[in-house]
């Protein structure tokens, strides 16, 4: 797919799905970020840039760790993902934090700023994930340290027919490379072209619950990166689709609701 296109893609996918965002994902998602946060030890006082942060769930728990003497930046493509991570901070009246809407490709701010640079699920909706991850470099200073999470193999997650359902009904893939970094060492391969030394990473397995089928659907087409497409369909389309996702996920039925496999990968590297 033609990068540009890509971008607004999900550009404005996320901005659609942005409202759904947390009550969708919050809890599956919760695994990956805290493994995150956890190897990338965020320390009193450190300046943090959040790449592709979406809301700020990540945001915000690294600003509760670098405290009132550290400052976390997030950035996203998506400006309603912004939207809401900024007036998340202002009604909580938390300050250190900033949002911005920013192509992870292309950051604005200066170089050797930041302590650490963290990515949590966003490097498989990038055009060139290996340009997003040299422009988290850039803007560390010397020994700081980026941590990124991805989801894994493909054969890992359950769920993953969703983007076949969606694709063949569209004009161009959502996502083209989506489980690419999740393969075995692609993930750690990419950080060293980056430039990264002394990396590690470290795979995940999940479950992701979900107590009804209009959980697991609201999750998987208007919570996430398929919300453009999506919305774009009509109510028998829409019927189509979700009819053809919960079969694909007949196996992980438990009940009324699912307990669908996942996986992530997470990479720490040092500048």
Not at 113 to 130: E, K, T
Not at 208 to 227: H, K, M, R, S, V
Not at 249 to 263: M, T, W
Request: overall charge negative; proline content about 3%.
């Amino acid at each position: 797919m033609e990068p540009a296109l890509q971008r607004r893609i999900q550009r404005y996918g996320w901005d659609k799905a942005a409202s759904y965002y947390e009550a969708s994902w919050i809890m599956q998602l919760k695994p990956a970020q805290d493994l995150l946060l956890q190897m990338a030890d965020l320390q009193e006082a450190e300046k943090v840039l959040d790449s592709a942060c979406g809301t700020g769930l990540v945001s915000f728990k690294a600003r509760e760790k670098v405290t009132d003497k550290g400052f976390v930046w997030g950035t996203d493509i998506s400006e309603k993902m912004v939207e809401i991570a900024s007036a998340t901070a202002q009604n909580k009246k938390i300050s250190g934090i900033k949002f911005e809407r920013m192509d992870a490709e292309e950051l604005t701010m200066e170089s050797s700023f930041f302590d650490v640079a963290i990515c949590a699920l966003g490097l498989m909706y990038v055009p060139d994930p290996l340009k997003a991850l040299k422009e988290m470099l850039r803007v560390l200073k010397p020994g700081g340290r980026a941590a990124a999470a991805v989801w894994g193999q493909r054969g890992h997650c359950g769920w993953a027919e969703i983007f076949e359902i969606v694709d063949k009904r569209v004009a161009s893939e959502v996502c083209p490379m989506f489980f690419n970094l999740g393969n075995p060492d692609m993930l750690l391969l990419t950080f060293r072209a980056a430039g990264y030394t002394r990396i590690r990473d470290e795979r995940l397995s999940t479950i992701l619950q979900y107590d009804t089928a209009e959980q697991a659907c609201g999750a998987a087409f208007a919570g996430g990166p398929l919300a453009l497409a999506y919305n774009k369909f009509s109510a028998e389309e829409k019927q189509e689709v979700h009819k053809e996702y919960l079969l694909s996920i007949e196996r992980y039925k438990r009940g009324e609701g699912y307990e669908v496999p996942g996986e992530f990968v997470i990479a720490l590297g040092i500048k």
